[in-house]
């Protein structure tokens, strides 16, 4: 069990990979122990502080990934505000299935998430392990009467310590990005990981893999349902985040015809699954 006030549920698989998930703490993926090593990061003292954002685990983003405009978007005459990420990494979310290896856990709209997003939704987020790999699906489905937007996010932050992320690096193709730190738009001139917030504009692969240097296991990464990759560091953390997203940053906001827009009725999802190489 983890140091703080909140249940963690445990998967377990034949091979002896665990993965703690904390459903009241926004479904966060908060540990991944898988061939005797702990596979992600995760900040012990902002978890064991109730309602705080947690840097690690996998947090989860939606309504939206990264930041608005001035944290606000118009719809239909109004303006709505949103906080960086969304509000879902805040909220509790049910748990409506699980076993040994697999859980399943839903939340859905109410008022005060139609004050920020209006948009009436059900939210559906599950985790398997199985062979050493972590499967893992967030989805949407529109309960509206209008196409909803779905812009959302999974943030994993991966352990790679201080001293090995020098030699750290993603595989990629592609060519050009947006600097979150310096607010400009590129060509890509190499990629450090050591420290960086840096938005892949035009990776072409369904999936990633992460070299964390001498000594330790690379990541593989595979998803669906992403167009966007973010890659985020900190120079004197011991993690690198390989973030797959739906769209870009303050995409809710306009300027990306990429955003996926739900019809009433209607699910979409984004898939990520995580193992070691």
Request: glycine fraction near 10%; aromatic fraction near 8%.
């Amino acid at each position: 069990m983890l140091g703080c006030m909140h249940e963690t549920i445990s998967l377990r698989d034949d091979q002896g990979s665990c993965v703690e998930i904390l459903p009241s703490r926004g479904a966060l993926i908060a540990r991944f122990f898988a061939g005797g090593e702990e596979v992600l990061f995760v900040d012990d003292e902002a978890l064991a502080v109730p309602n705080a954002n947690v840097h690690g685990g996998i947090p989860i983003l939606f309504p939206i990934a990264g930041k608005l405009p001035q944290g606000s978007f118009e719809h239909e005459g109004k303006t709505y505000g949103i906080a960086q990420h969304g509000f879902a990494r805040a909220r509790a979310w049910e748990v409506v299935e699980r076993s040994v290896d697999a859980l399943r856990c839903e939340f859905e709209h109410d008022a005060a998430t139609l004050a920020q997003f209006p948009w009436r939704f059900r939210a559906r987020f599950s985790a398997r392990i199985a062979k050493g790999k972590l499967d893992l699906a967030l989805s949407a489905s529109n309960m509206d009467s209008t196409p909803m937007p779905f812009h959302a996010g999974l943030h994993p932050y991966f352990s790679v310590p201080r001293a090995a992320k020098s030699a750290a690096r993603v595989e990629t193709d592609a060519t050009l990005a947006y600097d979150n730190v310096s607010g400009m738009r590129g060509p890509i001139a190499g990629i450090d990981l050591t420290e960086l917030d840096l938005h892949l504009e035009d990776h072409s692969a369904a999936g990633t893999l992460l070299h964390r240097g001498v000594g330790l296991r690379p990541i593989v990464l595979q998803w669906s349902g992403a167009n966007r990759v973010v890659l985020w560091s900190r120079r004197e953390a011991d993690f690198i985040c390989v973030e797959p997203w739906t769209a870009a940053g303050g995409a809710l906001a306009g300027g990306d015809s990429r955003l996926p827009w739900i019809r009433p009725g209607n699910s979409a999802a984004l898939t990520l699954s995580i193992r070691l190489g």
